[in-house]
Structure formats: C-alpha cells, structure tokens
C-alpha cells in the first residue's frame, strides 16, 4: 500500500454559449418535448470557433489549481482524457501545459477511454503518484464534441455538448482520506455500438470518408443504454462490496452525464435515492469524458460534499468501457 492520494481542489469550465433543443428544433426534426422525456436535456454549451479543447481545458485545470491553493509551478503530471484532441498529434495535454507554464519535468499525456476517460485518468495519475512520479497531478476531461457531431443526425447531435472539469492529484492530510479505490474494465467486443469510424489507421481522411460521414460519432441508442445500465450498475456493486461499504452510506453518486433515464434506472437498481445523485445533464448534455470532473465541481462548490462524506463516481464510455470510484472527502 502506497501513501493515500487524495483530490486537492477541482476546476470546470464550459462555453458560454448555450444551445436549447428549441434551438436544435431548427436545425433537424425534433422538438424540446421528445429530447426532454427521452433524455432530460434541456441545452448544451457549444464552444466558439477559437476554442479548441485544449482552452476548455486549461481554463478547467487553472480553476482546479487555484482551488487546490496551488501554481502551475506545483504540477509534476498532466493526464488528459479525450476522444476530441486538438489535433492526433501532439497531444492536447502538452498544449495545456504550455498554456498554463506547468514546468517541463511534468510527463503530460492523453488518455482516451471515452466517456470513462476521467477514470481512467484519475487512477493512473493515482498510479503514477504512488509510485513516486512526483507531488502533484492536474487531471483533466475535456471535449469539444460539437466538432465530431453529424448535425443532420437528430439521434445523435442532440445529446452532446462541449465542457470541461479538472481536479489536482496530491497526498492526503489523513490516510483515512482520499481516493479510496477505483475499478477499471472493458467489453472490447462491443466496438460498434459507439465510435468515430473515421480519421484513424482504419480509415485514414479521405474524400471517401468525408463523403460518407465517418469523421461524426455513431451510436446504437438502445444497446448503448442497456448496457449502460448494466455495467454501472455491476461495477457500483462490486466496489462497494469491496470497501464492505452498504449504498445507504454513500452521500453522493456522480454518475457520467448521459441520460436521466438511465441515472433513474441505476438509482432503483442499487436502492440509491435519485436525490443523491448529483445531475447536471438538463444544461451540459452529455459532454463525454468532461462530465464526472464537471459535475463533481458543481458539487462540491454547491455545498453538496462535507468532510468526511464517501462519493461514488461510476461511468461507461465507447470501447465500451467502464468504472467505477469511491472517494472519502
Ligand atoms: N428527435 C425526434 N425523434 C428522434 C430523435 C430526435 N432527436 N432521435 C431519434 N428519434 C426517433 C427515432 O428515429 C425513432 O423513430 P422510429 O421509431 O420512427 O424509427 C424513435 O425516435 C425512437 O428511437 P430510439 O433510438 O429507439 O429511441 P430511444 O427511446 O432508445 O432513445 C436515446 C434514444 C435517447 C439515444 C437512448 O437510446 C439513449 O439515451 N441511449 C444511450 C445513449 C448514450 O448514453 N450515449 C452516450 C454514450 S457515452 C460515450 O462514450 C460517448
């Protein structure tokens, strides 16, 4: 057992442009009635045309460094989840790193686990700081999905949105706190139900791909759903029977931010009370691996986490992936 890692502070960011689905009613055939019942999104913010995600997520990182009562100066790991880079090539975390002067002995890299990115992240720069890699990690999730949405396919342009959220990595005052555990895993069989078929060693750009719409995200809705809810709900029950944790002593789950429905049905499926589920999605959408670290800063700065309270943080994601977290604050 390594020193306790605990989070320091946290950071979001999102655009301020708000798109509602009276909006989007405009653009495609849909309406603010079927988006509201079938999903609970109500609008999503679209970053600008000079806001890459490498600026969402640096002004998410900036939030969380201050927060932590930190500099840039103080931050020896940058981890970066992403499906939505500046670009294949450098990665976005070492933009952010310049953006924010983090100091260059700091390894910074990308981590795309889709929608379980943050996750993914967060255990990893845990990881790292175990095995000595430093004091201090900024993890960030950030994505400007705007750019990868088909914006004449109403089944999925209107359920993602641009955002990002940021917490800094560091030792626990008391080895009580912290992050307590985290379970990672992945059905990699199931690759279809959600991708951006384009772009990559597959299907390299082409006017081919252009033409066929490869370079926009695909998604099979109703598998995707399902599975959503059976793979949060088996990695929530895992990790609390690991900790011998009960779900009555769970003051707050922060679910990914993909769907109400999907949320409501976790929360009878574990006897969780909705109430403790903290839900942001009616005003971000599904903002894909940005949505954890986002709505866990809305959280805490709403009053909603005291010392001493155990959060559970599950999501799922293309791949399709999964976790699962339990912090004790
Ligand atoms: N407006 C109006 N009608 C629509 C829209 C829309 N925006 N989108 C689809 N429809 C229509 C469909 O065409 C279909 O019409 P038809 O019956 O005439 O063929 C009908 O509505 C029903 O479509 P379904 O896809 O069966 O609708 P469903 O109730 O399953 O809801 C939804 C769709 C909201 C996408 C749901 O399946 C869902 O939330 N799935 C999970 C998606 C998700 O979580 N994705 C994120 C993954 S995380 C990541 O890694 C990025």
Redesign the pocket.
Known sequence: MGPSIAILGTGSYAPAKIVSNHDLSRL????DE??TT??GIRERRIAGQHEPTSELAARAGIAAIVDARLTSADIDLVVLATVTPDMPMPSTACVVQHKLGIPVHAACFDLNA??TGFLYALEVARALLVAGRGRHALVIGAEKFSGFLDWQD??TC??FGDAAGAVVLGRAVDSRHGLLGCNLGAEGGATDL?CIPGGGSLHPPSAHSVEHRQHYIK?K??E??KS?VRVMAGAAREILEQHRLTADQITCVIP?Q??RR?IETLSKDLEIPLERFVINLDRYG?T?AASIPLALDEARRAGRIHAGDISLLLA???GLTYGSALIRW
Do not use: Q, Y
């Not at 495609?28 to 309406?31: F, L």
């Open positions: 495609v055939d849909t309406s079927w988006i079938r999903t889709a929608c109403r089944a209107v359920l959600l998604m809705g109703r995707v759903f959503a990914h993909a769907n999907i599904n894909s799922f994601g293309a």
